[in-house]
């Protein structure tokens, strides 16, 4: 293997580091930060995440709060569980774990949220001012990778960026914080639509990919020496897998993401710092 390994892990441990320091500095200023988890119904992968969410929590020092709805709830029922939790003063962030149950809009549950505390940056008003330049809670995942990418030196400006994806959560922010001022990335987003999808990937001087295809990405999509964020995470029999066949990529690029160990643990690194950032904003 030729590739660098960009570890999410080890990158995640200081950013969790400079968030304990963060969470005293706020305590010492008289704001207590707390982050809030609306978990829907008995889905195990969403259990798994919401707990480790609870565990980095308490690692860093911050008070969290875990409220549970049965897999019967209503759609009224979480909104007022938001709704309480938007109300109270020792909640300074949120997050409703995405997705909800069958039947329930997890898009109106988001919105629902306080722009305020809106830990995920995925309330619509916060995507907005994402798109405008405007400071406020970024999408976890696009900005724990624009962490690695920072935290490893890789230069962006004047680079080709493909980003293989176009929801809401990953791809679309992707793509816009990739191609914002000061990062100055060119940026191609491709999508299931994609012509020859491999000969598109082959001209990025950093591949992103957000697709959930376990191993749809193999080494005829890479330009020799490319950096390779490799977002997907599918669960398998193997365990989970990302959408690079990473041994045969990591021949190829010159750095690449292991999933898991990649972007997983930077989402939820940036669920803290989003929370750190909401907090001060209300000071
Ligand atoms: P999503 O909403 O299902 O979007 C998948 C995207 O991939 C869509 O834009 C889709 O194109 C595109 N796509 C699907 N098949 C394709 C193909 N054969 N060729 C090219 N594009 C294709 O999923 P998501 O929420 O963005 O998540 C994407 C992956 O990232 C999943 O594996 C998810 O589990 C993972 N994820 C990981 C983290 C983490 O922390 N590591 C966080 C969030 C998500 P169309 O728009 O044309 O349908």
């Known amino acids: 293997m030729s590739a660098q390994i960009l570890s999410g892990t080890e990158v995640a441990r200081a950013v969790k580091a400079t968030v304990a320091e963060d969470i005293k500095e706020l305590k ?4 207590d930060v707390g982050l809030a988890t609306v978990l829907v119904g008995d889905d195990p992968a969403s259990h798994v995440y919401v707990g480790y ?14 409220v549970k709805l049965p897999e019967d709830a209503s759609q009224a029922d979480v909104l007022a ?4 939790l938007n ?16 039947g ?14 809106d830990a995920d940056g995925l309330h619509p008003f916060n995507l907005g ?15 724990g990778v624009m962490t690695i990418l920072d935290y490893y030196d890789i230069e962006t400006a004047g680079k080709t960026a493909v980003v293989v994806g176009r929801s809401f959560l990953v791809g679309k922010p ?94 939820r690194a940036s669920l803290l ?3 750190i950032g909401l907090a001060r904003a209300s000071l």
């Open 129 to 143: 001012r994402m798109i405008l330049g405007l400071p406020g809670p970024l999408p976890a995942t696009p900005s």
């Open 174 to 267: 992707m793509a816009l914080l990739l191609g914002a001022k000061g990062v100055d990335a060119t940026v191609i987003q491709a999508h299931s639509r994609t012509p020859d999808l491999a000969a598109v990937c082959a001209t990025a001087d950093i591949l992103v990919t957000a697709i959930g295809q376990p191993g749809l990405v193999d080494a005829s999509f890479i330009k020799p020496g490319a950096v390779v964020i490799d977002v997907g995470t599918t669960r398998t029999d193997d365990g989970l897998r990302g959408d690079v066949v990473f041994d045969e990529v990591a021949e190829i690029a010159g750095a690449i993401t292991p999933v898991p160990g990649g972007v997983g643990p930077m989402t």
């Open 28 to 31: 010492s200023n008289g704001i």
């Open 104 to 117: 329930l809009d997890g898009e109106a549950a988001v919105e629902r949220v306080l722009p305020t505390k």
């Open 81 to 84: 569980a938001v709704d309480e």
């Open 87 to 102: 109300g109270r003063s020792d909640v300074t962030g949120m997050i409703v774990q995405l997705p909800l149950p069958d």
């Open 53 to 66: 969410k609870h565990k980095d929590a308490e690692a860093v020092g911050m008070r969290s709060i875990d």
């Open 273 to 275: 710092t989003n929370t």
